[in-house]
């Protein structure tokens, strides 16, 4: 399935504990790399996070940020320390009976560390939805890739079409340019007038053949094409190798540029370049 590398998904939960959410943004990137915002109570995530999205993902600069908002109503209610305080409370009266003045505030008391203490919530509960809301937003974001890549994979196909169209073209056009080149040399042969044996008049033919054949150079585009398409069909990321592809495509145009001696197959050679070039730039966005 072919996916592209700009994409953005949100995913946000809500539990007893509060609500929190997931948001994944990516764009090209060569290889994978990822970044994370998170708060800072649940940075030991981000190892886990980050293994769960090479995973999953190949290629791309994907950022990452978590939000987390507690609910003020899922807090536990305060717990006393009532041996501490009892021990406190103690304590003061023994001072109040040694300078008999003075009273025992309640409050000071109970805002000595350790007598009131409030449970913190259960944060491995937290840390589990949290990772599983992760894997959901990932499902979310692959798909949008991948709704995303099978438009790129429409453009490259419509441009594939139009390169065999092209090399189909140039290869109809062969035979009459070929028979066109040979009279024009004979022509100018006879003009300055220079006699050549049968012999050495068909060695020369023959090498303006071969310098002007390109069904080499068309066979390979054909073949070129062929291998794209069946790389489209894989399952798995495409990116590198059809960036390869356009690399093979480009050698060829090039040579078949530099072998035209007529302007339609010149047209035709500038055209390759075009489309090559407008798919290597939708390629660029591949997984």
């Known amino acids: 399935m072919i996916r592209s590398m700009t994409a953005y998904a949100r995913r946000e939960i809500k539990g007893d504990w509060g609500s929190a959410s997931w948001e ?51 807090s536990s209610s305060l717990q006393l320390n009532e041996a501490l305080a009892k021990q406190l409370v103690q304590a003061a009266n023994w001072v109040k009976m040694q300078s008999d003045e003075g009273e025992i505030d309640p409050v000071d008391i109970l805002r000595w560390p350790g007598v009131m203490a409030a449970q913190e919530q259960d944060l491995d509960v937290i840390n589990r939805d949290i990772l599983a809301a992760l894997e959901s937003v990932l499902d979310d974001f692959i798909t949008a890739r991948e709704t995303e890549g099978q438009a790129l994979k429409t453009l490259i196909e419509q441009r594939l079409e139009s390169v065999s169209a092209e090399v189909a073209s140039v290869r109809a056009q062969m035979p009459d340019i070929i028979k066109w080149q040979r009279e024009r040399l004979v022509a100018k042969l006879e003009e300055a007038d220079v006699q050549l044996e049968n012999n050495r008049l068909e060695q020369e033919l023959v090498l303006m053949a071969q310098r ?10 054909d073949a070129h094409v ?8 894989k399952k798995e990321a495409v990116g590198r190798r059809l960036d390869f592809m356009m690399q093979e495509f480009n050698r060829e145009s090039n ?19 075009v489309l090559i070039e407008q798919m290597r730039e939708q390629i660029q966005n591949i997984e």
């Open 226 to 233: 062929k291998e794209t398409y069946n790389i489209l069909k």
């Open 255 to 273: 040579t078949l540029a530099s072998k035209s001696i007529n302007a339609d197959i010149t047209n035709s050679a500038i055209e390759l370049k």
């Open 24 to 74: 994944l943004r990516s764009v090209n990137q060569r290889y994978l790399e990822t970044w994370f915002r998170m708060p800072e109570q649940f940075r030991g995530l981000e190892p886990v996070a980050r293994e769960r999205i090479r995973n999953r993902l190949t290629r791309g600069k994907v950022e990452c940020t978590l939000r987390f908002e507690a609910d003020p109503r899922a």
């Open 212 to 221: 002007l054949d390109v069904a080499e150079e068309l066979d390979r585009l």
